[in-house]
Nanobody
Framework: QVQLAESGGGLVQAGGSLRLSCVVS????????MGWFRRAPGMEREFVAA????????YYADSVKGRFTASRDNANNTVFLQMNSLKPEDTAVYYC????????????????WGQGTQVTVSS
């Protein structure tokens, strides 16, 4: 069964940077687009960013365009989220997940999630 292991979160001041990692197992990683999602306290989970199977095409939520970059290393079954110019409203638990279709990831309608990694941005 699929395993999703997020890491790299932490506490950072506004304007700072952080890089998240997600190691994937249990699937043919190279067949799937990968997405990043987040959930703030008391809020619904929302789509953040996605990258297709070979790292060529990406898609971002309007709130993070120009600040976040999604990428992947297929040799190590890992997807990354580079977060720059962080804002307090970026504070959330961040999750990764997979889909055969890049465009479908933004719907965030999956039954299984990993443990996530906490990102806290102070002002």
């Amino acid at each position: 069964q699929v395993q999703l292991a997020e890491s790299g979160g932490g506490l950072v001041q506004a304007g700072g940077s952080l890089r998240l990692s997600c190691v994937v197992s249990g699937i043919n990683f190279r067949s799937y687009s990968m997405g990043w999602f987040r959930r703030a306290p008391g809020m619904e989970r929302e789509f953040v960013a996605a990258v297709d199977w070979n790292g060529v095409n990406t898609y971002y939520a309007d709130s993070v365009k120009g600040r976040f970059t999604a990428s992947r290393d297929n040799a190590n079954n890992t997807v990354f989220l580079q977060m720059n110019s962080l804002k307090p409203e970026d504070t959330a638990v961040y999750y990764c997940n997979h889909d055969l279709l890049l465009s479908r990831l933004r719907l965030a309608h999956y039954d299984f999630w990993g443990q996530g990694t906490q990102v806290t941005v102070s002002s």
